[in-house]
Antibody
Framework: QVHLVESGGGLVKPGGSLRLSCAASGFTFSDYYMTWIRQAPGKGLEWVSY????????NYADSVKGRFTVSRDNAKNSLYLQMNSLRAEDTAVYYC????????WGQGTLVTVSS | EIVLTQSPGTLSLSPGEGATLSCRAS???????LAWYQQKPGQAPRLLIY???TRATGIPDRFSGSGSGTDFTLTISRLEPEDFAVYYC?????????FGQGTKLEIK
């Protein structure tokens, strides 16, 4: 069965960096677009980024453009989100999800940006 | 950017009743690339509907989606206790891929 597991979240100071990972299993990872979505505490869902199956195409929300970079390693069945210049408003649970219409989600990893 | 506006913000109904949730887009959604998700407290969202009207794997047939262009609807017939949750629509036809603000379906 499809399984997505995020890791790498934690507490970071404003201006700091974090790299999130998403380990995928149970499907042919290299066949699918992958997406990052976040949810600030008590708030709604916010789409963050996607990457195409072969990394040819990427796209970002305006709120993270220029600070976040999505990447993937199909040989390792892994998705990444490099987050730089973090701000308090980036505090959220970050989910990885399969495909454009996110048919499978991980359990999420919490990123807290605070001094 | 396509802005999605969901209504109502909160819907109070009783088990056994039917629910109608609306999602209106500020521009036409390309090729009906509109999805609906259900989220319960402490859980990741779950895909219910994609392509505006196709149920995702394992979703009961009491959930149905309809609409095109700028107006979309999620209908839940005969509410079950486990259906009380927050529901989000999302368009994935153009970038950025935006979500609506959510509709909370609560027990009356």
């Amino acid at each position: 069965q499809v399984h997505l597991v995020e890791s790498g979240g934690g507490l970071v100071k404003p201006g700091g960096s974090l790299r999130l990972s998403c380990a995928a299993s149970g499907f042919t990872f290299s066949d699918y677009y992958m997406t990052w979505i976040r949810q600030a505490p008590g708030k709604g869902l916010e789409w963050v980024s996607y990457i195409s199956s072969s990394s040819t195409y990427t796209n970002y929300a305006d709120s993270v453009k220029g600070r976040f970079t999505v990447s993937r390693d199909n040989a390792k069945n892994s998705l990444y989100l490099q987050m730089n210049s973090l701000r308090a408003e980036d505090t959220a649970v970050y989910y990885c999800a399969r495909s454009a219409a996110a048919d499978y989600w991980g359990q999420g990893t919490l990123v807290t940006v605070s001094s | 950017e396509i802005v999605l506006t969901q209504s109502p913000g909160t819907l109070s109904l009783s088990p056994g009743e039917g629910a109608t949730l609306s999602c209106r887009a500020s521009q036409s959604v390309s090729s009906s690339y509109l999805a609906w998700y259900q989220q319960k407290p402490g859980q990741a969202p779950r895909l219910l509907i994609y392509g505006a009207s196709t149920r995702a794997t394992g979703i009961p047939d009491r959930f149905s989606g309809s609409g095109s262009g700028t107006d979309f609807t999620l209908t839940i017939s005969r509410l079950e206790p486990e259906d009380f949750a927050v529901y989000y629509c999302q368009q994935y036809g153009s970038s950025p891929r935006t979500f609506g603000q959510g509709t909370k379906l609560e027990i009356k």
